[in-house]
């Protein structure tokens, strides 16, 4: 992972800012790099991964884990193809994992590249929330068995408007 660390005073808005990040660095290949941004204390950091989904995804429960102290706020986008279960506007999204105070939020950005579209977050799909819901526990856990952690309770889910 690359990585660019600001310490700040700033309240940073992550979702806003993570959107603005999304019309920025969307390519034809989608959001590639993936990106996650994160906050403990005053100090904010942005990484750059180039790994598959299911990989990044560990990196960030890893991350989370890691973090003496605990993480005040964080969040990672991974691309996605739309089906009929997402019934997204157009055929790809950002889903968004969104994890402030202990709690998650779940959403995902609907973009069509070609016409250069970038809607705004949704964090009512319930398909979105179910299946990362799933993949960010499924990845606490893993990380519980690797640590020999006896039990983990994820606040999971939601923190939803």
């Not at 856990?141 to 939601?158: D, F, G, L, T």
Request: net charge positive.
């Amino acid at each position: 992972m690359s990585s660019r660390i600001l310490e700040t005073g700033e309240i940073v808005d992550f979702p806003r800012l993570f959107h603005a990040l999304v019309q920025r660095q969307l390519t034809a290949g989608g959001l590639y790099p993936q990106h996650v941004m994160w906050r403990r204390g005053l100090t904010f950091r942005h990484e750059t991964s180039y790994v598959p989904n299911k990989a990044f995804l560990s990196m960030v429960t890893d991350l989370i884990v890691a973090q003496p102290g605990g993480i005040s706020e964080l969040i990672f986008g991974i691309d996605v193809k739309n089906d009929k279960e997402l019934q997204l506007e157009f055929d790809w999204g950002i889903a968004l994992g969104y994890l402030r105070d202990f709690n998650w939020r779940f959403g995902i950005i609907a973009y069509n590249y070609d016409q250069r579209i970038v809607r705004g977050v949704d964090w009512n799909n319930q398909v979105v929330i179910k299946r990362l819901t799933a993949m960010v526990k499924q990845g606490l856990e893993c990380h519980a068995k690797r640590r020999s952690v006896k039990k983990v309770e994820p606040q999971i889910p939601y923190w939803i408007n």
